[in-house]
């Protein structure tokens, strides 16, 4: 296998690595502040999705129309929101 494309293959298997992480709890997006980002869906099964998560990065709204951009979790792992606590993936750090 080239080297390239085991590099490629294993970058791979890390960003699923770092999605299978996650518990959907909506802290990143805001789902335990007064103003959440309105991509942010709560399913039936009481789990938060992004209605947008493919296109998710970049500048997003509020439910009250406040812009802000929407960043990787991993550019904001070592910075505190309302819920971090209860995010997997600043559980592992």
């Not at 299978?20 to 942010?40: K, M, N, Q, W, Y």
Request: proline share 4%; aromatic share 12%.
């Amino acid at each position: 296998m080239p080297e390239g494309l085991a590099y490629e293959t294993y970058l791979k298997r890390r960003a699923e690595d770092h999605e299978a992480a996650c518990i959907r709890c909506g802290a990143c997006c805001g789902a335990f502040e007064a103003d959440p980002c309105s991509r942010l869906a709560k399913g039936a099964d009481g789990k938060y999705l992004c209605t947008t998560y493919e296109n998710r990065l970049g500048l997003q709204k509020t439910v009250f129309g406040q812009e802000f951009r929407c960043v990787p979790v991993r550019k904001i792992l070592f910075e505190p929101w309302n819920g971090s606590w209860q995010c997997a993936y600043k559980k592992q750090l």
